[in-house]
């Protein structure tokens, strides 16, 4: 609760203002049964000592100020309610929003061993649940607190025998409820867990619907989720039963507690020692305070669901963010990038990704990596913009090691182009956009040329404002890639990085695209990095590098690693045969 406590000191005096209002409320409520009591006892028992004026005109009075407190209750409440929603949905809004961005500052490492679902599942679990806990401490615990304090002044004023026996049956109630609760507690922090578990599965299924629905696996999936869900529903009904349980224990203590104090006044009526005008005010005070006791067990539910989402939102909160230098050297323009000796191990592998690997590119040269899978090459370009740090050697940009710079201002730098063609639901503009804002239409136009879109542009009935659907379902795999080229062209960059930009497109688009970053390339105007498998998208490049089990095995130009006949050679050779062998199967199909 620590951590709720640190968002809670910037709203101190909303929240001051809220219960001063809560007081208020409260207080003047529970001054009306006060003054019914004053109606009974010195006008409706004594009605022969008054004439009719003087009857009317006290109990006029007396209904006047009734009238009164209940406003200024009414008035109060309704002040206190608006305080209360702008602490919760500024509160709950801080906490989303700082999660978020945490979540955003943490090392790439992070986002690959959990799914993106379930952070985002926490962050609205503790938004959700911090706001109810707020709303029931401010709007039950503290005005039942007020209450109690108001009737214990007014039992002391009528007969102290009353108060002590009004609050004896609380530390039952209380220690009741402690011991039950531990028990919702254990079940609450599973039911989180599941709940957290079923929203990242949920989220991966539906982001990889087009592969369960190809496959008919949605009856699969479904099974998969309901399974989760029932396991969920099986938790909630026995959290459920010992809530019921807790209400149930503490409805009977308050019942018997209630009926107590009825005989006990019942009895001090008798023997003339209180009023009966003061019974029934005491008699309407027990609903304002054991109506609140009643709800105790929703209330320690509430709280105890509170408690594990903020654990978890601690456990997001406190993960180390991305580390980013005191005074980072600032690089206007990458003209040269260098990888000395630079070595990398993943946080589960026992043996190192890339070994000792060196090269040095400046502004207009293109050079490529290329090895079997596993080989090192995606690690390498996540090295090379930040993604991952080196556990030995140095990245250095412009001459500038790479772990005294701001990542965030260098990847303003970078065009990027993935093999998965990471598009957005929306239009063309938007998709564009994305990574430059402030760009025109004319701008957006000539990316699009650049990176040979004019197709997709022809056929898109509005233009930029067209609709391609959540990761381009609505246009082909090589137009998805040259929807990405133009968006990694329209940043302006300096260093333009396409990893297997071709792998998963057929022939005809592989080649299309090639051409494409052939042209980008010969007009000198960036760095560019070519991952691939496929060799012949990689055949113009200045220097190629040859990658096997981490190590950087061969390198030179396209027709000097052939001569070499080794690895590189052995690579083209089959990626010939194998494109002669698909040409002479497709005009045997033909014939």
Not at 432 to 443: H, M, T
Request: glycine share 6%.
């Amino acid at each position: 609760m620590k951590l709720l406590y640190s968002y809670l000191k910037n709203f101190y005096p909303l929240i001051f203002l809220a219960l001063l209002l809560a007081a208020i409320n409260q207080t003047f409520s529970m001054m009306d049964p006060y003054i019914l009591g004053k109606i009974i006892d010195n006008y409706a028992l004594k009605f022969s000592s008054f004439t009719t004026n003087e009857f009317f005109k006290g109990v006029g009075l007396l209904l006047l100020a009734s009238m009164g407190v209940a406003m200024v209750s009414r008035i109060a409440k309704n002040f206190q309610d608006y305080c209360v929603n702008v602490i919760v949905q500024r509160l709950g809004a801080k906490m989303y929003t700082d999660g978020i961005k945490h979540s955003l500052e943490l090392p790439y490492e992070e986002f690959e061993d959990q799914r993106s679902g379930e952070t985002l599942g926490a962050l609205q679990k503790v938004r959700t649940d911090v706001e109810k806990l707020l709303n029931a401490f401010i709007n039950v615990l503290f005005t039942s607190l007020v209450g109690i304090i108001f009737v214990v002044i007014y039992c002391f004023h009528v007969n102290w025998i009353i108060a002590p026996v009004y609050f004896s049956m609380i530390p039952i109630i209380a220690i009741i409820s402690s011991v039950l609760s531990k028990k919702i507690k254990k079940i609450q922090k599973i039911i989180v867990g599941e709940t957290t578990a079923l929203a990242g599965s949920t989220t991966e299924s539906l982001r990889n619907i087009e592969l369960v629905k190809s496959l008919g696996l949605s009856n699969q999936e479904i099974g998969r989720l309901n399974s989760t869900t029932g396991k969920i529903l099986g938790l909630e009904l026995k959290k459920v039963r010992y809530i019921r349980s807790l209400s149930f224990i503490q409805g009977t203590i308050v019942n018997l507690l209630r009926t107590s104090i009825l005989g006990l006044m019942m009895y001090l009526i008798f023997s003339q020692q209180i009023q009966p005008g003061q019974f029934v005010s005491l008699f309407i005070y027990s609903f304002f305070i054991f109506g609140p006791l009643q709800e105790l067990g929703n209330i320690i539910n509430i709280y105890r669901e509170a408690e594990i989402s903020l654990a978890n939102f601690a456990k997001i909160m406190n993960k180390k963010t991305e580390p980013k230098p005191e005074y980072p050297i600032k690089i206007n323009r990458i003209n040269s990038l260098m990888f000395d000796q630079v070595s990398f191990k993943h946080q589960s592998s026992s043996t190192n990704a890339l070994n000792n690997i060196s090269f040095k590119v400046n502004l207009g040269d293109t050079v490529a990596f290329v090895g079997p899978s596993g080989s090192g090459k995606t690690t390498l370009v996540k090295l090379l913009v930040g993604l991952y740090r080196p556990v030995k050697g140095i990245i250095y940009y412009n001459q500038s090691e790479g772990s005294k710079i701001n990542f965030d201002d260098l990847r303003s730098q970078i065009g990027f182009v993935t093999q998965d063609s990471q598009l957005f639901s929306g239009t063309i503009r938007e998709n564009l956009l994305f990574v430059n804002p402030e760009a025109s239409d004319a701008d957006c136009i000539d990316v699009l040329e650049k990176s040979a879109c004019q197709s997709l542009i022809n056929r898109a009935d509005k233009g930029l404002d067209t609709t391609i659907g959540e990761g381009g379902m609505k246009i082909s795999g090589g137009e998805k890639q040259r929807l990405s080229i133009a968006r990694a062209l329209l940043r302006k960059p300096t260093l333009m990085v396409f990893d297997e930009a071709t792998s998963s497109l057929d022939s005809l688009s592989e080649s299309e695209i090639t051409t494409t970053i052939r042209t980008i390339s010969e007009k000198k105007q960036h760095i560019t990095i070519l991952i691939a498998h496929r060799l012949s998208t990689i055949m113009h490049a200045d220097k190629i590098f040859v990658l096997e089990n981490g190590h950087i095995i061969e390198s030179g130009k396209h027709t000097e690693l052939l001569e070499l006949k080794g690895l590189y050679y052995a690579m083209w050779r089959q990626q010939i045969g194998e494109r002669k062998k698909s040409i002479e199967n497709n005009l045997i199909a033909v014939n």
